[in-house]
């Protein structure tokens, strides 16, 4: 069975652009989690969506936000892009919201902002 | 607001022999959930070990144990008899059973394991 799988894998971007990443979750699996991790803060929570419903948000301003289609894939979009937006992208997929069940993750797009 | 704490950025083990990484958290909750993600170098973030709140037995898996301790808010994960493989860094989460739902994780413990 395939992974979670995150395009791209890294990508470059200049301050004031806005990027979109994409995840494709385990087959079967509905729930999509998406987190920032940085050496400093950790992994922090991002937003999760379940049946393209938007279930959770963290805390972060409104420049981030998500999707998630029928098909259970799920994009984040960041728009005029910070330095301090220089990340791993996580996304993780789940078969259902419920809180026990644990996590898959992607390898994570890495994003670099010039 | 709930926390999870890893007081340890980072340990080291030497090969073969036990070590404990260290976890607290906050929350004024009764029920929730508690897992140690492994995430190695350059490598996809795995499930360690699960607990949920109201279990007093504590979780094993191989081996990995944890020891939970709900009134001290306290979670650490032992790993025994440890391997090169173990060296990751780890990660102590937190999810509520209600509210939000949110992950909550911590900062993470670089794991060093010595041949």
């Not at chain 2, 340890?8 to 508690?34: F, G, H, I, K």
Request: charged share 15%; net charge positive; aromatic share 12%.
């Amino acid at each position: 069975k395939a992974g979670v799988t995150q395009t791209p894998r890294y990508l470059i971007k200049t301050r004031g652009q806005q990027v979109t990443l994409s995840c494709s979750p385990i087959s079967g699996h509905r729930s999509v989690s998406w987190y920032q991790q940085t050496p400093g803060q950790g992994l922090q929570f991002l937003f999760e969506y379940f049946s393209e419903t938007q279930r959770n948000k963290g805390n972060f301003p409104g420049r981030f936000s998500g999707r998630q289609f029928s098909n259970s894939r799920s994009e984040m979009n960041v728009s005029t892009l910070e330095l301090g937006d220089s990340a791993l992208y996580l996304c993780a997929s789940s078969l259902s919201p419920t809180p026990g069940q644990p996590q898959h993750f992607g390898d994570g797009t890495r994003l670099s902002i010039l | 607001a709930q926390t999870v704490t890893q007081s340890q950025p980072e340990m080291s083990v030497q090969e073969a022999e036990t070590v404990t990484l260290s976890c607290t958290y906050d929350t004024s909750e009764s029920d929730y959930y508690l897992f140690w993600y492994k995430q190695p170098p350059s490598r996809q973030m795995i499930l360690v070990i699960r607990q949920e709140a109201y279990k007093q037995q504590n979780a094993t898996e191989n081996r990995f144990s944890v020891n939970f301790q709900k009134a001290a808010k306290s979670f650490s994960l032992k790993i025994s008899d440890s391997q090169l493989g173990d060296a990751a860094m780890y990660f102590c989460a937190y999810r509520a059973t209600s509210g939000t739902y949110k992950y909550i994780f911590g900062t993470g413990t670089r794991l060093k394991v010595l041949a």
